[in-house]
């Protein structure tokens, strides 16, 4: 994609649920470069939806601005698309609003773009697993560096950011939340999410079990633990 020019499949005008505490719009980017199994998105990373044009979707959030609170940019991966940093000036120059993004953080020096242009205000990253059970987790073939960098992005900036793993009881074990706790050196911005098998990128995880919260509550009682039905 050239610059400013993203893919964007789909638009969620109204949520309350993707920033704390915050009325925002979603904008979901087509593509990953990931393909986590139990990815509920199995449309946008698999490119199987019709791409809305950039300027409906900027028109849309501008005539909602009086309304909300802030943007989130999801996906799909949004960092592996090289216009980013032009297209959320644009968004940002047409309705003020403060952005959000949501990143798998495989790519460190598009989130150091992001930070220092000051284009984003909150972060929320995924930490797929326990760094030795990342390639498996993801089905990619990612280096953890990567990973590690942009964490270390996230700490070194000012801003907020929420660091974040969907329990999948089939790809990862009670002890691995641990031992991501511990790789994480217990960082209190750490949060548990419940995988829900509504709908995933590989069909066979719509048939594999769901974590139960009180199982993960009692495991690790001083992680937030959120979910779908919670
Ligand atoms: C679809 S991803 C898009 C952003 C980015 N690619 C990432 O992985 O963080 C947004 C969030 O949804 C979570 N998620 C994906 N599939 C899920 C599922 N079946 N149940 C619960 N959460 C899920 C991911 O772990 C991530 O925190
Ligand atoms: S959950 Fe995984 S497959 Fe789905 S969008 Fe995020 S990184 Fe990609």
Redesign the pocket.
């Known amino acids: 994609m050239s610059d400013g020019n993203i893919p964007i499949g789909g638009l969620l005008p109204v949520s309350f649920l993707d920033w704390d505490g915050r009325v925002v719009s979603v904008i979901f980017t087509q593509g ?1 470069n ?1 393909h ?1 199994p ?4 199995r449309e ?1 990373v698999l490119g199987e939806v019709d791409l809305l044009s950039q300027e409906w979707v900027i028109e849309e959030i501008k005539c909602r601005k009086d309304f909300l609170d802030g943007i989130v940019i ?5 960092t592996v698309h090289e216009g980013l940093p032009c297209f959320i000036r644009e968004l940002k120059k047409a309705t003020g609003l403060p952005v959000k993004l ?3 953080g495989s790519n460190p020096d598009m989130l150091k773009t992001l930070i220092h242009e000051k284009l984003i205000s909150c972060v ?3 930490m ?1 697993g326990p760094w030795d059970k990342y390639q498996h987790i993801t089905r990619s073939n990612v280096s953890v560096e990567l990973v590690k960098a942009s964490l270390n992005v996230l700490r070194r900036s000012n801003l907020e950011y929420v660091l ?3 329990y ?1 009881p089939h790809l990862m074990s009670l002890e691995d939340l641990k031992e991501v706790q511990k790789q994480l050196s217990h960082d209190r911005s750490w949060r548990i ?8 990128l590989d069909e066979e ?1 719509l048939y594999y079990a769901e974590p139960s919260p009180l199982d993960v509550k009692e495991f690790l009682p001083d992680v937030p633990v959120v ?2 039905d919670l």
Do not use: W
């Open positions: 990953c990931f986590c139990y990815c509920h998105n946008l999801s996906g799909g991966e949004p949501d990143t798998n929320a990253m995924d797929k974040r793993t969907t999948v999410q419940l995988f829900s098998s509504r709908k995933t995880y979910g779908i």
